[in-house]
């Protein structure tokens, strides 16, 4: 009961106004601490912030479907086009129409800024690059394409299939071949996303659900939450711990917190008498170092990583801990990040202190 409290506390300013209008594709902007959605109906890209005020971001036109946010901007598929918008001025940077596409349904961008797009009519997955907009037919699924996720951990692209029993598919990023990897017993799987822990989730209209897979899709899948209408292109915040579902039939968006469990691990038993942050090592690392801290009281500890300029780029640890030694594995497989110099921040009881790591790629 707490926890279903507690979400409505936080999310319930979202339900109370018609602020969305078949909306799409939900995605996360971390320096902009906000959520966009893409509302097909309105053809409006809008923006939540964590307090819940939605606000429109930019004006598209035509219907608009899958976003994401890649470098600085969002990334929108638009019929046949793929728009991209700056994410602080929102003027369009980016327009690039794929010849011969139909419906440009969900996109996907990996670390090196190429695009990967299901055409939801044609059967076909595109890629672009963004950096050039050059753009060229992938691969032919034969099942229709819906939600697209890049899988950088395990070198390939996940599709989520419409239609009944609707299968999951993967395109091997070494020798772009394509394969099933299930068959669900669901139909029309919409959006296709993971967590910190690499669990699978996926969206249907079938059961009016979001279901959880194992990432290697060998246990039975679990409802994560039910209830929904007509739920599209889902967004996992591995930050937070949120999953984000647009409902394209009843013109919501719902957020439920998953409740992974932390990765954080106590070392010792040991008190230690002061507080203290070491450093990461090894350093410089890719894609895994461990952060270690100390903490000689019971307290909220906020551990977090920050970029040069000052944006946050992960939560890691915000709960209260006991005293004691603690280790952080932190790996940038969950998180978009390129090579550069990094600044973990330990905040508890009043102590606050900064280092700085380097990320090699």
Not at 155 to 173: D, S, Y
Not at 202 to 216: A, E, F, L
């Amino acid at each position: 009961m707490k926890k279903i409290i507690l979400l409505l506390i936080i999310f319930l300013p979202g339900y109370i106004f018609s602020q969305y209008s078949s909306p799409e594709s939900v995605t996360y902007d971390s320096a902009g601490s906000r959520y966009l959605i893409s509302n097909t109906s309105s053809s409006k890209i809008v923006q939540r912030d964590l307090q819940g005020v939605v606000t429109d971001f930019v004006s598209v036109g035509g219907g608009i479907h899958g976003i994401t946010v890649y470098n600085g901007r969002a990334y929108v598929c638009n019929g046949n086009k793929v728009r991209g918008y700056n994410l602080q001025s929102a003027a369009e940077e980016f327009n690039v129409t794929l010849s011969g596409a139909l419906f440009l349904n969900d996109i996907a961008i990996d670390d090196n800024g190429i695009a990967y797009i299901s055409d939801f009519s044609n059967r076909w997955i595109y890629k672009l690059n963004t950096n050039n907009s050059d753009y060229w037919i992938y691969v032919l699924t034969t099942n229709t394409p819906n939600g697209v996720y890049v899988d950088a951990a395990r070198n390939r692209l996940l599709i989520c299939c419409w239609g009944g029993n609707a299968p999951v598919k993967q395109v091997n990023f070494s020798d772009s071949v394509i394969s099933n990897i299930i068959t669900t017993p669901y139909s029309n799987c919409d959006g296709i996303s993971l967590d910190r822990n690499d669990n699978v989730y996926i969206s249907t209209w079938g059961i009016q659900s979001v279901v959880k897979y194992d990432i290697n899709f060998a246990n039975a899948p679990v409802v994560v939450t039910g209830g929904l209408s007509n739920p599209a292109d889902i967004y996992v915040n591995k930050n937070s711990d949120t999953l984000a579902v647009p409902n394209a039939g009843n013109n919501t968006v719902t957020f439920y917190f998953l409740d992974n469990p932390t990765s954080v691990s106590q070392i010792n038993s040991e008190i230690p008498h002061t507080y203290t942050l070491k450093q990461n090592y090894p350093n410089p690392f890719n894609p895994t170092t461990n952060l270690e801290f100390g903490i000689s009281e019971l307290g909220f500890v906020s551990l977090k990583i920050y970029d040069v300029k000052g944006n946050e780029v992960a939560a890691l640890v915000n709960e209260n801990k006991p005293a004691g030694n603690y280790n952080y594995q932190f790996s940038t497989v969950n998180y978009q990040l390129s090579s550069g110099i990094y600044f973990y921040k330990l905040e508890t009881n009043g102590f606050s202190e900064t280092k700085r790591m380097i990320l090699l790629k």
